[in-house]
């Protein structure tokens, strides 16, 4: 399965905090996770079975708690059981169709 989720603070209880450390620690367990991801300017890509994603999830989501008594958390789930890799191949496929000039 792939995961995109976004995890942020809403409320930032710490004068000196600011919300892109809170985030900054919700990748960082999604990376040290050891599963494939990818994190851009609005979601973090996560790709495994549906307990170890969402354990991350969790512990990251967790993170941002640490420092906001409010989190936002939103979850897009794509689930193929079975399937790995999707995470690069899903966007290699569509690189293709471009370089083909095939649309």
Do not use: Y
């Amino acid at each position: 399965m792939i995961v995109a989720f976004s995890v942020a603070p809403t409320i930032v209880e710490s004068p000196t905090a600011e919300m892109s450390e809170a985030v900054a620690a919700a990748v960082k367990v999604v990376r040290e996770s050891g599963l494939p991801n990818e994190t851009n300017a609005m979601f973090t890509l996560l790709e495994g079975e549906w307990d170890e994603v969402f354990a991350v999830i969790k512990k990251a989501t967790d993170a941002v708690r640490a420092v906001s008594p409010r989190t936002g958390l939103v979850i897009k789930a794509d689930i193929r059981e079975g399937v790995t890799g999707q995470l690069t191949s899903k966007v290699e496929a569509v690189e293709r169709h471009l370089k083909n000039g095939e649309v």
